[in-house]
């Protein structure tokens, strides 16, 4: 009960204003302070004023500065004697100049043998590594178009080795020999095949010609292979007709391939002469023609569009335009037509 009149008669000599406010004033907390660090001998920790973080260079130079050598000194401590001119190379030393660390060659390096790799050469030995010229379709689009043509030759798996770049493998080997030995074309583009082995690279290759379809517009009596592919050798190499030419299904051209060079232009018509000894020119439809690069030797772009060797565009903040005073403008009076 006493305490809680207490606490009234506090209450009330605030409340009057005249009493001095609660909590300890800041004298006696700096004495209580004093006294303590005197009781317990213990002395306030100084973070200091500076808060950087440590570096190589901030971390190291204050040591160096401070090693001294004591010849008096009875202490079994090593000291090191730092010249000015090794302080000043620290002072100017980059983090980046430190070389990394080379792992040397172990004595004893791990070795592969043929037996360690055997089981996976020998899953992928019916494989092809195909690639579409001038393209880069993605894996979805590659997968269904090779398991629609193929779809009868056991494809197992189409996987994408890298961009552009796929690895087909099958079955058995008489369905890859199969896949080989055939010409096929994707959007007109021809697909470019071969045989997977442990030791090659995946990387497309520099084409130095691609097969084509090429239509000529000329007389039924040319279009048997003889002929055709004689009259056809000036482009290139024949290699065969399709079946409507073959079967006569088709009157309004002669449709052959020929593995062209791209070092070589191809031409809008050829001319030969025929057996009455008169000169026929005839014009020539490409159902794609090849782009070759003259920089990089890659097809699929022109020298104007290749990317090797080009430097890169910075974006850099375009300069503020300042706004001419307005005292500077000129006003001119409109001269009007009198007659409108």
């Known amino acids: 009960m006493a305490r809680k009149s207490g606490s009234k008669n506090q209450g009330n000599k605030h409340g009057n204003g005249n009493s001095k406010p609660r909590g300890p004033s800041s004298d006696s907390l700096a004495l209580k302070t004093r006294s303590l660090e005197e009781v317990l001998g213990v002395e306030a920790i100084d973070f200091g004023i500076e808060n950087e973080v440590l570096t190589p260079k901030s971390s190291t130079i204050p040591i160096l500065l401070d090693e001294t050598v004591d010849d008096n000194s009875d202490d079994d401590s090593i000291y090191i004697v730092i010249d000015n001119d090794v302080v000043n190379n620290v002072e100017s030393m980059d983090v980046n100049d ?21 089981e996976e050469v020998e899953f992928w030995m ?31 798996k189409v996987v994408m080795v890298k961009r552009g770049v796929f690895i087909v493998r099958f079955l058995t080997m008489d369905s890859r020999d199969k896949v ?27 084409v130095k010609s691609v097969p084509i379809w090429v239509q000529l517009k000329f007389g039924f009596k040319y279009w048997g292979e003889r002929a055709l592919f004689k009259i056809i050798s ?22 052959v391939m020929v593995d ?20 026929v020119k005839v014009g020539l439809y490409y159902e794609w023609r ?29 300069a503020k335009q300042v706004q001419p005073d307005a005292t500077l403008h000129t006003v001119t009076s409109l001269v009007v037509d009198p007659e409108g």
């Open 260 to 279: 062209v060079p791209l070092s070589k232009e191809l031409p809008h018509c050829i001319s030969f002469r025929d057996e009455n000894g008169l000169m």
């Open 234 to 255: 000036q482009i290139g190499k024949p290699i065969k007709r399709d079946q409507a030419t073959i079967n006569k299904d088709k009157s309004q051209f002669a449709r």
């Open 290 to 318: 090849p782009t070759l690069c003259s920089k990089c030797k890659m097809t699929g772009h022109l020298h104007e569009e290749c990317r090797q060797g080009k430097s890169k565009r910075v974006w850099v903040q375009k």
């Open 98 to 118: 430190v070389n990394p660390i080379i792992e040397t060659e172990s004595n004893n390096p791990i070795e592969i043998e043929l037996e360690d790799i055997q």
């Open 126 to 156: 019916s494989a092809v590594v195909c690639y579409v010229v001038d393209v880069n379709p993605p894996i979805n689009v590659m997968e269904g178009f090779i398991r629609r043509i193929w779809k009868h030759l056991n494809v197992d």
């Open 180 to 206: 080989l030995d055939g010409h096929y074309f994707f959007d007109n583009k021809p697909l470019i095949m071969k045989p997977w082995n442990s030791d090659m690279d995946m990387d497309k290759e520099e």
